[in-house]
């Protein structure tokens, strides 16, 4: 995984996600980061979660659980 700032991938995030706001998306960034510094796992399978694709998609979940592969190097997460 690639680390990026909570701001940085908001930033990103919302050039392609027009009807999201910025101050909605940190929020569940910062919620869920801190879950998984507290230890949440995937609901699926158990593994750490990804706290990004969580954050995202709704629910606690690890990056193969939620995108269905299993090369994580190419993409984001939040430190």
């Known amino acids: 995984m690639i680390g990026i700032s909570i701001e940085k991938?908001?930033?990103l995030f919302i050039k392609d996600n027009s009807?999201?706001?910025y101050e909605d998306v940190v929020k569940?960034?910062?919620e869920t980061l801190k879950r998984k510094n507290e230890g949440a796992c995937c609901q699926v399978c158990g593994q750490s979660i990804w706290a990004?694709?969580?954050a995202i998609?709704?629910?606690d979940g690890?990056?193969?659980c939620i995108?269905?592969?299993s090369d994580d190097?190419?993409?984001y997460e939040i430190y």
């Open 9 to 11: 991938f908001t930033k």
């Open 28 to 30: 569940r960034l910062k």
């Open 67 to 69: 995108t269905g592969e």
């Open 52 to 54: 990004i694709g969580s």
């Open 19 to 21: 009807g999201e706001k």
């Open 62 to 64: 690890c990056f193969k």
């Open 57 to 59: 998609g709704g629910f």
């Open 73 to 75: 190097s190419g993409d």
